[in-house]
């Protein structure tokens, strides 16, 4: 072998070389960019609508309970779903309104309510609850979970669950 073949062996075997890496960096370049950005600017997170608008005051019956089922916004993650979900709606007066989570405090069954009581009724283990939410008897530790509320003339708009400190 001479030496003009040795050095094109060796630059060609260098060649090769080069183009084998730079394929390596480009493709560990292009997976790795993502990375990197999603490390170096996390997604903002994005919060579902705060406030609902649900009903309107004028259709709730005064002294009772009217289930009202609305859409919700909710966002997990990267993905932002819409799910139905409902309230107990109690109007107290023309601007006095109390909104309970439709599940009971005990182990989270959905509760009715009694017409002829002026109660909720769990069907589960029999809780009992008055129409302020209060444990009037059964196995429920505390009372039910109410939404934030806000009026807006007539518009009923819900907000998150507060949970009922423990009794």
């Known amino acids: ?9 060796v630059s060609r075997r260098r060649f090769h070389l080069g183009v084998i890496y730079t394929l390596m960096g480009t493709i560990g370049t292009a997976m790795g960019i993502p990375a990197v ?3 170096l600017f ?3 997170s994005r919060k579902a609508e705060e406030w609902v608008e649900v009903t309107d005051l004028n259709s709730l019956p005064l002294g009772a309970a009217e289930e009202v089922v609305f859409r919700k916004t909710r966002v ?3 993905k932002v779903s819409s799910e139905k979900t409902s309230a107990w709606v109690v109007k107290k007066s023309a601007s006095e309104v109390i909104a309970f989570s439709p599940q009971c405090t005990h182990l989270g069954c959905a509760f009715r309510y009694e017409e002829q009581k002026k109660t909720f009724l769990c069907p589960c283990h029999t809780s009992n609850f008055d129409l302020d939410g209060n444990v009037i008897d059964g196995p429920a530790p505390r009372a039910l979970d109410r939404y934030l509320i806000k009026l807006e003339g007539q518009k009923l708009l819900l907000g998150p669950v507060q949970k009922s400190p423990e009794a």
């Open 1 to 9: 072998m001479t030496q003009g073949q040795e050095q094109r062996d």
């Open 37 to 39: 950005i999603y490390l």
């Open 42 to 44: 996390p997604p903002k």
């Open 76 to 78: 997990d993650g990267w």
